[in-house]
């Protein structure tokens, strides 16, 4: 059964949170200030954007420090009436079994509504007669509605942690699933992320999980456009969604362009609808969609568009019939896009180094591609001496000698002599 690596991979202990170090010192020195005593500020209050860390912070550091933590969820504290319901919690600091406890009240941004006030209100009060550490986590820690609960907080902000701290993760989960990635693949991952480490580790699994080896080119081709958090939901929305409308709606949610989306619902439908007429009909749907594209790209008459729109979105959602939901899957991304962009800097590659052997041969670049290359390969991979020489000979990069020698082993060897 599949995991999510974000909960699969998730630290234990605050020695394996990356980044923020500084603002998780704040919180170690608080909660421990605790034990001498009631500090003037009883709860803390931590804010920053999403993905970064901020409840596994409190979840490890109560783990670190044997602690029973208590979290609640907006949906726990909307009213006055939830809030005083675990109040009660908060008036105590040592548990009957001798730990100590704390209190995480998470999301606080998910209040919103008018209602929801008595609620803030109920929390404020909880936090003026604390007898237990309280935490209050939001991503925007000024909005007016929270004003006077922040009075009573000793807040510490949580940034975003720096590409090669996510990098560090990363590597982190690379070793416990036996992946042997490529650094630059790794930091390309994390530069992607800006900073959204959750994100990141989506980004992860969906590239490498099964695989042996993750390398630059399995990643590259990802483009800095569509994050993919957004485009998973749009996925859900489509292959999960109830109504038509629903599903047509998330295409205005889509930061990619419809043939990308195209992809990514064709990739993904097989392993979404597990039964088999269900299947047929949303491959149906999409085959519709398939011919509709191809009329305008032979008409160029963009009308079409709306039926292109409808049967990949609304079609697909309403294939599903018998289908079970059976735990997580994770969403994949287009093998067919990464091996058509694969062949193209393949071409790309190949023609570079039919260009170097044109200058030292006189024969057209394509040419030399196409004839001597095929040679070049079969010698790189067997005469390291040989190939050295003629490496050296053609004034070949290292991304050639790489490409000609087929791994980074031989390559080196290579470049060695
Ligand atoms: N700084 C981090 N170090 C290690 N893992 C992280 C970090 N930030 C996020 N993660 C991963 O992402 C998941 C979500 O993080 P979370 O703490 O819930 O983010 P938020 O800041 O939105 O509260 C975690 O379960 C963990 O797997
Ligand atoms: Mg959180």
Not at 145 to 171: G, Q, W
Not at 271 to 280: C, E, K, M, Q, S
Not at 333 to 360: C, D, N, T, V
Request: glycine share 6%; net charge positive.
């Amino acid at each position: 059964m599949y995991a999510a690596w974000t909960v699969k991979h998730k630290p234990k202990s605050l020695s394996e949170v990356v980044g923020n170090k500084d603002a998780i010192q704040k919180l170690v020195n608080w909660v421990k200030s605790w034990e001498r005593g009631i500090p003037k500020k009883r709860a803390v209050f931590i804010y920053g954007p999403p993905g970064i860390g901020k409840t596994v912070s409190v979840e490890a550091l109560a783990n670190d420090y044997k602690m029973e933590l208590v979290e609640k969820n907006a949906s726990d504290y909307r009213t006055e009436d939830a809030v005083k319901r675990f109040a009660g919690l908060a008036s105590q600091y040592g548990s009957l079994f001798g730990g100590k406890r704390i209190v995480l009240l998470d999301e606080l941004d998910g209040l919103t509504g008018t209602a929801d006030r008595g609620g803030v209100r109920a929390i404020t009060e909880v936090v003026k007669n604390a007898q237990c550490p309280i935490v209050l986590i939001a991503n925007d820690a000024y909005n007016p509605r929270l004003s006077t609960l922040r009075n009573y907080c000793l807040l510490i902000e949580f940034k975003k942690p720096s590409a090669s701290d996510v990098m560090k993760h990363l590597k982190r989960i690379c070793i416990r699933e036996g992946i042997e990635a490529e650094e630059k693949a790794l930091k390309f991952i994390a530069q992607r992320s800006e900073g959204d480490v959750r994100s990141a580790v989506n980004d992860l699994q969906a590239l490498a999980q099964g695989r042996k080896r993750l390398t630059y080119e399995d990643v590259s081709w990802l483009g800095y456009r569509d994050r993919q958090e957004s485009i998973f939901n749009v996925l859900r929305m489509i292959i999960y969604g109830r109504t038509c409308i629903g599903a047509k709606r998330a295409v205005d949610m889509a930061d990619v362009d419809m043939d990308m989306l195209f992809e990514w619902i064709y990739e993904n439908v097989p392993a979404h609808l597990n039964d088999p007429h269900d299947l047929a009909k949303a491959m149906d749907a999409l085959s519709m969609a398939d011919v509709y594209r191809g009329r305008i790209r032979a008409t160029q008459d963009w009308s079409f568009i709306r039926y292109v729109i409808d049967f990949m979105t609304a079609g697909v959602a309403m294939a599903r019939q018998n289908s079970k939901t059976s735990g997580w899957i994770p969403f994949k991304f287009p093998q067919r896009i990464k091996m058509l962009s694969r062949s193209k800097a393949e071409r790309g590659m190949q023609l570079r180094i039919g260009f170097k052997i044109k200058r030292k041969c006189h024969i057209s670049a394509n040419r030399a591609a196409k004839e001597v290359l095929p040679y070049l390969r079969i010698i790189f991979r067997n005469n390291v001496e040989m190939a050295a020489g003629i490496a050296k000979w053609l004034e070949l990069d290292e991304d050639m000698i790489e490409y000609l020698a087929g791994n980074k082993k031989n390559a080196e060897a290579i470049k060695e002599m």
